[in-house]
T-cell receptor, first 113, second 118 residues
Framework: TQLLEQSPQFLSIQEGENLTVYCNSSSVFSSLQWYRQEPGEGPVLLVT?????EVKKLKRLTFQFGDARKDSSLHITAAQPGDTGLYLC?????????????FGTGTRLQVFP | DAGVTQSPTHLIKTRGQQVTLRCSPKSGHDTVSWYQQALGQGPQFIFQYYEEEERQRGNFPDRFSGHQFPNYSSELNVNALLLGDSALYLCASSAQGGEWWLTKNIQYFGAGTRLSVL
């Protein structure tokens, strides 16, 4: 069974602080996505990485896929209250273009002004 | 361009009943996946439909079944509801083909159907 563990589970920080969320597994994934989900809504895709060691930047967010494609991290610089939400990593299983996703346990982030 | 739409948004059922949830994929998408998200947890893969057939299935009992129509829309059916089936049910759409490094496993989610089983 493929599992993705996220840490920390909960994070409460002040506006302007930096943070890193980790997503770890003993399994290899064909791709890794990060989503953000707000209450009452579905997950919204932030980024997808497909190559081991790949780093992608989206404004203040930096995403990294581990060299062995088993883990990933999300770093947020100078967090803002608008970053508040549930962050989910999801690993793609298989070699087709639209394989099933295995989701992590989630990290709930609260940024206080 | 409408995104993924799901109906209904909320549903209340009692144990033993049956329920049908509906999903319309994003325009241009031909693959629909269903996920169950229990409170405080990440979504769990139920199954995926492509070309009107179930292509992949997660670890869910046969009480969970689905269908995909020629227009790519999909239904999720759950029979003999249990209290533990209470969850947010998410539909995600995606497209086969395209350049793999651009589209690999990219799925767009609807807002979900909140099912409460009493």
């Amino acid at each position: 069974t493929q599992l993705l563990e996220q840490s920390p589970q909960f994070l409460s920080i002040q506006e302007g602080e930096n943070l890193t969320v980790y997503c770890n597994s003993s399994s290899v994934f064909s791709s890794l996505q990060w989503y953000r989900q707000e209450p009452g809504e579905g997950p919204v895709l932030l980024v997808t990485v497909v190559t081991g060691g790949e780093v992608k930047k989206l404004k203040r967010l930096t995403f990294q896929f581990g060299d062995a494609r088993k883990d990933s991290s999300l770093h947020i610089t100078a967090a803002q209250p608008g970053d508040t939400g549930l962050y989910l990593c999801a690993g793609g299983v298989g070699e087709n273009n639209t394989d099933k996703l295995i989701f992590g346990t989630g990290t709930r982030l609260q940024v206080f002004p | 361009d409408a995104g993924v739409t799901q109906s209904p948004t909320h549903l209340i059922k009692t144990r033993g009943q049956q329920v049908t949830l509906r999903c319309s994929p994003k325009s241009g998408h031909d693959t629909v996946s269903w996920y169950q998200q229990a409170l405080g947890q990440g979504p769990q893969f139920i199954f995926q439909y492509y070309e009107e057939e179930e292509r992949q299935r997660g670890n869910f009992p046969d009480r969970f079944s689905g269908h995909q129509f020629p227009n790519y829309s999909s239904e999720l059916n759950v029979n003999a509801l249990l209290l533990g089936d209470s969850a947010l049910y998410l539909c995600a759409s995606s497209a086969q083909g395209g350049e793999w490094w651009l589209t690999k496993n990219i799925q767009y989610f609807g807002a979900g159907t909140r099912l409460s089983v009493l």
